[in-house]
């Protein structure tokens, strides 16, 4: 108990460094980058690296990294079971932009850095910001940048994988993106006390469904299929634990 609270300290003092050198890297480098933002990522980068590095007896397992092909964005699907699944993702080396629920925009330091990052939130039930949504990733898209997204819509209350959403399967079609499915492990009781210290956190990267293939489904199909590879991936993960 008392290591994981001086490690949460740890994370809490650390952040708000980041904090401030992400808003100065931001004020002086978004005016000559904005579409990509690539100092602002390395930042992220950086960021996500150092929360797990804090905490000695953390290791992460990525399977799959030889599936990313590099040069090539994706909209990145995985299955959502806690906040670190984000600085879990950020480790696969690819620049991305995250959609969000717009109720994150309310959340003090995370909120900001959204705005700071670029990335694009969304309004459950709202058809007009599911539509902006779709715009904005796909222009996120052409600029060579890879869009990641939970596609259960929020994450997992029961430790399984809920039933998927059409939104990031209808942006993939219309972008003519690749599919990259993801799952993790790891991540979803990480707060709980009772539980070793010792923890492997595991991320498996299947192989992406081409543009030419997802033109061979229709969305419903498209949908299943993701969440079946997606859902095989994370049974597979926790035969092995």
């Known amino acids: 108990m008392f290591r994981f609270i001086t490690f949460c300290i740890a994370i809490f003092f650390v952040s708000i460094f980041l904090f401030v050198v992400f808003l100065v890297t931001w004020i002086f ?44 964005n994706y909209v990145i699907l995985s299955n959502h079971q806690a906040v670190f699944d984000i600085p879990l993702i950020m480790h696969l080396g690819l620049n991305v932009r995250w959609v969000s629920k717009h109720q994150i925009l309310r959340m ?27 715009k904005d990733c796909t222009k996120f898209i052409k600029n060579g940048l890879s869009i990641a997204m939970f596609p259960e819509g929020a994450r997992t209350l029961t430790g399984q994988i809920a039933p998927f959403q059409s939104g990031a399967f209808l ?30 956190f595991t991320i498996t990267i299947a192989p992406p469904l081409m543009p030419e293939e997802i033109n061979k489904y229709t969305m419903e199909e498209l949908r299943d299929k993701t969440e079946e590879i997606i859902k095989n991936k994370f049974n597979t993960i926790c035969q092995k634990n």
């Open 29 to 72: 480098t978004v005016p000559f980058d904005n579409k990509q933002r690539r100092a602002i990522h390395k930042i992220s980068q950086f960021w996500s690296y150092v929360i797990f590095k804090l905490h000695p007896k953390w290791k992460i397992d990525i399977i799959g990294r030889e599936h990313i092909v590099p040069g090539q």
């Open 108 to 134: 003090p330091l995370v909120g900001i850095l959204l705005l700071m990052r670029g990335d694009v939130t969304i309004r459950r039930g709202a058809v007009s910001s599911a539509k902006k949504m779709i």
């Open 171 to 200: 942006l993939a079609a219309r972008a003519h993106c690749p599919i990259l499915p993801i799952a993790i492990d790891g991540n979803y009781d990480v707060f709980n006390f009772k539980n070793p210290r010792r923890r492997v």
